[in-house]
């Protein structure tokens, strides 16, 4: 078996935090979101190879990373744009990885912006049971958000029916972007794309490969992040911490009040502040300051402001100076 993970947006809705970063480098902890998907492939002797789809643009951020990381599998494969508007699509990109890399083996697709609480090692002795196309689902608990994605319903653990983005939801039951496609259908990628289908949203080939097949759904009850927004990433960090707090070694905190859920990175230094909920890169300078449900890019200094539901991007300086 092989593994994709998708690394190819440009995460705009996380900007500035991402203009310079790629989002799956975003930090959960001790760990990057990619981190956690690398280990659970690390760990499955099933997959030799873990192909990391992204984009010119973060090509030689993510070279460097796979170079300096402890995991053996990922090797770097690199889509043919570096700007949103020239993308091609995800169903598209897999397409062409599949063409380029020669790939003839099953295959497992994990979006490299998900943070999932189960094994990918369930997930996939999930796929090898029922031998045919096979999601990951997750009841999110509410119809708004359910829009946001591609809607399944079951019979059983087999999918039945499949609706991307739909206007009225019937359910809650939405499918993640984690895939497992059996080798003797990756071939269907390009009848899919020939069939002027959409090339964007996975879910459209999903809802496709439903329509003219078996589909299974794997459904878990644990925790699922989505990392496309500020509040979203906010939301993984609080559930990963757990209401503690993750406060690096080489980080000064003098005089300062932490509340809960708050990770601060190296050689950042607070003074007389007040911190809730927030993330803290390094080497940010924060003073006489109260933040509230935001994050602070790396070397910023804030000086005698309070923010709420605030992006700081890196190199910034706020003061509140007369």
């Known amino acids: ?3 994709v993970v998708l690394a ?3 995460a705009t809705r996380l900007w500035p935090i991402t203009k310079h970063r790629p989002k799956m480098f975003l930090p ?7 981190d956690t998907i690398f280990e659970d492939l690390e760990a499955d002797d099933r997959v030799s190879e873990v192909f990391v789809s ?9 070279e460097e990373y ?3 990381s402890p995991f ?3 090797t770097l494969s690199v889509e043919d744009t570096s700007e949103e508007d020239e993308k091609f699509g995800v169903v598209g990109a897999l397409a062409q990885l599949i063409d380029r890399e020669e790939v003839d083996e099953d295959l497992v697709v994990i979006a490299g912006d998900n943070l999932i609480s189960f094994d990918v090692g369930d997930f996939v002795d999930f796929f090898y049971e029922k031998n045919a196309p096979c999601l990951a689902a997750y009841d999110v608990g509410d119809k708004e958000l359910a829009k946001a994605y591609g809607l399944v319903e079951l019979d059983g653990d087999r999918v039945i029916n499949f609706q991307e983005k739909p206007e009225d939801p019937k359910s809650t039951l939405v499918s993640i972007a984690c895939y ?3 080798a003797g259908d990756l071939p269907k990628f390009d009848e899919y794309l020939s069939g002027d289908n959409n090339p964007d949203e996975p879910g459209w ?6 329509q003219n097949g078996d589909l299974f759904a794997y459904t878990f009850d644990e925790a699922w992040f989505d990392i496309g927004t500020p509040q979203s990433y906010l939301d993984a960090v609080a559930w990963y911490l757990g209401g503690e707090n993750y406060i690096h070694e080489s980080a000064t905190l003098t005089n300062t009040e932490v509340g809960t859920n708050v990770h601060v990175m190296a050689d950042a230094v607070i003074e007389d502040s007040v911190l809730e909920e927030s993330v803290v890169f390094p080497g940010a300078v924060i003073r006489n300051a109260e933040l509230k449900n935001s994050i602070v890019d790396e070397e910023t200094h804030i000086d005698s402001l309070d923010l709420s539901n605030a992006l700081i991007g890196a190199h910034s300086r706020l003061t509140n100076e007369q």
């Open 1 to 3: 078996m092989k593994a």
């Open 8 to 10: 190819g947006g440009y």
């Open 28 to 34: 959960v902890g001790d760990q990057t979101v990619i």
């Open 54 to 62: 992204t984009n010119e643009r973060f090509a030689g951020a993510f």
């Open 66 to 68: 796979i170079d300096e």
């Open 72 to 74: 053996e599998k990922p």
């Open 180 to 182: 497992a496609i059996p």
């Open 205 to 210: 080939f999903m809802q496709w490969l439903q």
